[in-house]
């Protein structure tokens, strides 16, 4: 007994992750900027994790700070 399978273009498509065209600004979930809405947005993730990220990595380092007002300046509404 021969079993034919055939995996249309249509079913792989479906079950890639598919991340979003550019990187922007949220105006929908933003704090002060947007800035971290807008990474989430982009990754996919939940805001408030890239929010402690920034905020951890800012008490560590302190060009996050500046990345975060670059990123503000640079990104897109």
Known sequence: M?????????D????????????RKSKKDKMIAGVCAGL???LGWDPT???ILFIIFAFMYGFTILAY????IV???
């Open 49 to 51: 994790i890239i929010r």
């Open 69 to 72: 007002f670059i990123l503000a």
């Open 2 to 10: 021969l079993l034919v399978v055939s995996y249309e273009r249509q």
């Open 12 to 23: 792989l498509k479906s079950n890639m992750f598919v991340m979003p065209a550019k990187l």
């Open 40 to 42: 989430a947005e982009y």
């Open 75 to 77: 990104m897109p509404d």
